[in-house]
T-cell receptor, first 114, second 111 residues
Framework: NAGVTQTPKFRILKIGQSMTLQCTQD?????MYWYRQDPGMGLKLIYY???????DKGEVPNGYNVSRSTTEDFPLRLELAAPSQTSVYFC?????????????FGSGTRLTVV | KQEVTQIPAALSVPEGENLVLNCSFT??????LQWFRQDPGKGLTSLLL?????REQTSGRLNASLDKSSGRSTLYIAASQPGDSATYLC??????????FGAGTTVTVRA
């Protein structure tokens, strides 16, 4: 059982470039999330999804887009990368039925925009 | 909006001492409270989850309490070991299954 898998682990982008951060979970969780973590700060919610075909904005959605075509995958798209998007990105999942067990997080993607 | 605060930001203790980590939150209508561990350059590992109807949870040397009336949660780690050195994050869950995180407490256990 792999849990939540994120790729890539590291990436350097130039200003204005685009990229997609991949997130896959194999636990059949209906809820999925994208968070970013800046140094010395707590994680902030970017986007979340309550099921395939349903997404919604979190606290810091500007500059990002998501899609949820399947239960397993929840990619995060960065368009026109900016230095302010330099951060560590975490994908997480949870289940309505298993909410008492808490959240499962991926190992993160460290992104630098130069 | 739930605001979560963790004080202190860093803590250093000698091996064997008990650790007490504090977390405060602003919205008493919290759905659950979760404690995570994060090692440098790594993801988050869930330690304990306390539902709003519970007062505490225990796992081995770890014990977490929840007091909704005062807006506080405390994580106790008994008989600390150098391997307990990490950043500990608490997060308050809302009834729409979103988490609000504190900035974390970085713990160093000196051998």
């Amino acid at each position: 059982n792999a849990g939540v898998t994120q790729t890539p682990k590291f990436r350097i982008l130039k200003i204005g470039q685009s990229m997609t951060l991949q997130c896959t979970q194999d636990m059949n969780h209906n809820y999925m999330y994208w968070y970013r973590q800046d140094p010395g700060m707590g994680l902030k919610l970017i986007y979340y999804s309550v099921g395939a075909g349903i997404t919604d904005k979190g606290e810091v959605p500007n500059g990002y887009n998501v899609s949820r075509s399947t239960t397993e995958d929840f990619p995060l798209r960065l368009e026109l990368a900016a230095p302010s998007q330099t951060s560590v990105y975490f994908c997480a999942s949870n289940s309505l039925q298993l909410a008492r067990r808490g959240y499962t997080f991926g190992s993160g993607t460290r992104l630098t925009v130069v | 909006k739930q605001e979560v605060t963790q004080i202190p930001a860093a803590l250093s203790v000698p091996e064997g001492e008990n650790l007490v980590l504090n977390c405060s939150f602003t919205d008493s209508a919290i759905y659950n409270l979760q404690w995570f561990r994060q090692d440098p350059g790594k993801g988050l590992t869930s330690l304990l989850l306390i539902q709003s109807s519970q007062r505490e949870q225990t796992s081995g040397r770890l014990n977490a309490s929840l007091d909704k009336s005062s807006g506080r949660s405390t994580l106790y780690i008994a008989a600390s070991q150098p391997g307990d050195s990490a950043t500990y994050l608490c997060a308050g869950g809302s009834n729409d299954y979103k988490l609000s995180f504190g900035a974390g407490t970085t713990v160093t256990v000196r051998a």
